[in-house]
């Protein structure tokens, strides 16, 4: 078939063609050492400071929309047809300084400088979405930016008041959307898009049935979404990927489906994607999304990928195993679906036969008489990886626990269920007492390890905690949390 080998995309307006873009190649990389646009700064390389934030924008029904992103882990080859915006787009006339830059300059929130941009940027998509943001929504906003020497809290008053320095209607983005929508448009692709050098390879599919037959041309690929993950492969480990078929731009895998029956995400829909749907149909998720890293990391990780990465600590399995999630793999072979718990074997090695890719996952919604939780364990509050993670899920008739889904993240090579401590609840009242003989018998189901992160002895501790604070949370006839006051 017809194929394409350059990478096309608009850079603070103006249109770049690349060819021979290498897999590897970083954004941060290409704005600093191609382009020289120095303003976003390599912090951390891992996407946890967020001194590389940039702006995308990209098309999604047509639709142009803006995210803040990390430069320093996202692949250039994966922004073909985006429009990326660095802090230099944001100089007025004559230089002027933005709205955003002018509060935290009043406001004192810069000192050493070297987070500013990132900052900045974060603030500039918060304000540019919700111009008159609450406390918490800024605090929200800026999870994935770090400072060490100015403080939060001038940051935060800046952010509260750059309304008073200009309105986003008169900002350039926002005037020339319409613009930037039709040639963005104009970018899009007519083909496969294969570039860069045979041992740093980068495929583009041009739709889903074009990613079957290039996964069966190429079974040992690598798959990468949003980078959150293989990002660092590259970055931190040096690891080879080639060949990598990047997916994020296929909009067949961006559908969120809503029926009576179940929640449907297509696997290339993000963190920030699927919010406003995960918070209808299981509001006991809503703070526990927003635990998921920081903004940008949402903006650019898709569950689809915390699912086949199978890391036994990501944020979204053991959740979605506790709901009974199922999960859809597609090849050129044709679809299967398994129950999510099924999908992981071992540490790094999933039910995923050669060709196969995480298509979409199923959410069954909740059942009368059905209890939820999650709870994701973590060093800080904002931004971390889990120690443990747990999502607990019970079905109470007539006072008698019925059905119980338990899974663990943290505890185990892969995330699991907690099979002995399920069946140590099934058929006895929900009494505190049934809580204490599961959270028992979750000596049978893990034997956790202890690393940087947690002891063993931290993590079964937690697990079981974890399961008693379960049943105090909960009403036992109305499934309502009872306000308690428990760390």
């Known amino acids: 078939m017809a194929q394409g080998h350059d990478i096309r995309f608009l850079l603070n307006g103006v249109e770049k063609r690349v060819s021979d873009v290498k897999a590897t190649l970083t954004l941060l990389d290409y704005l600093r050492l191609d382009q020289r646009l120095t303003g976003s700064k390599e912090g951390c390389a891992e996407g946890d400071c ?7 924008g990209r098309l999604h029904q047509g639709q142009l929309h803006y995210e803040t992103m990390n430069a320093c882990i996202r692949f250039l080859a994966s922004l073909n047809g985006c429009h990326i915006v660095t802090i230099e787009h944001l100089s007025g006339p004559q ?3 933005h709205p955003v830059q002018e509060a935290m300059v009043d406001y004192h929130g810069s000192q050493c400088g070297f987070c500013t941009p990132g900052f900045v940027m974060s603030l500039y998509a918060l304000w540019m979405s919700n111009p008159e ?8 906003a800026i999870q994935g930016n770090l400072c060490r020497c100015t403080g939060y809290e001038p940051i935060v008053k800046a952010a509260m008041a750059v309304t008073q320095y200009g309105s986003p209607a008169h900002d350039h983005l926002v005037r020339e959307r319409t613009d930037v929508t039709a040639r963005l448009m104009a970018l899009q692709p007519s083909a496969r898009i294969v570039t860069g050098p045979e041992d740093d390879r980068a495929i583009l599919p041009l739709d889903v049935a074009d990613l079957e037959q290039v996964l069966a041309e190429n079974p040992k690929a690598t798959i990468v979404a949003g980078s959150t993950d293989v990002g660092l492969w590259v970055t931190k480990f040096m690891r080879p990927i080639s060949p990598v078929v990047f997916i994020t731009h296929l909009e067949e895998l961006k559908s969120v489906e809503v029926t009576e029956e179940a929640l449907t995400l297509g696997a290339g829909v993000t963190y920030s994607e699927s919010e406003a749907a995960i918070r209808a149909a299981f509001p006991h998720l809503g703070d526990y999304w927003d635990r998921i890293a920081g903004w940008q990391v949402r903006n650019m990780g ?35 679906v398994l ?25 069954p919604r909740a059942k009368p008489g ?17 120690s443990v993670a747990a999502g607990i899920s019970v079905c109470v008739t007539d006072g008698v626990i019925t059905t119980a889904r338990i899974a663990f993240g943290g505890m185990a090579a892969t995330p699991k269920r907690a099979a002995t401590a399920e069946a140590a609840l099934v058929g006895q009242p929900f009494a505190e007492a049934s809580f204490d003989a599961a959270a028992v018998a979750l000596g049978q189901d893990f034997t956790p390890l202890s690393d940087w992160r947690a002891s063993a002895d931290y993590r079964m501790t937690v697990a079981a905690n974890l ?13 309502a949390p009872v306000r308690l006051a428990i760390a």
């Open 339 to 363: 129950p999510l718990e099924d999908f992981f074997i071992d540490y790094g090695e999933q039910d995923r036969e050669a060709g196969d890719f995480v298509a979409a996952i199923r959410i």
């Open 302 to 336: 898709t569950i689809g990928g915390n699912i086949a990465n199978g890391s036994p600590i990501g944020d979204t399995p053991p959740v979605l195993i506790a709901l009974g999630a199922k999960v859809v793999l597609q090849s050129a072979r044709g679809s299967r």
């Open 50 to 56: 967020g001194a590389c934030t940039v702006l995308v």
């Open 133 to 140: 943001p609450s406390v918490q929504e800024v605090e929200t």
């Open 370 to 386: 059905q209890m939820d939780a999650a709870y994701k364990i973590s060093k800080r509050r904002d931004e971390d990886i889990s």
């Open 467 to 479: 399961l008693r604070r379960f049943y105090l949370e909960q009403d036992s006839t109305q499934g």
């Open 95 to 97: 230089g002027r300084l």
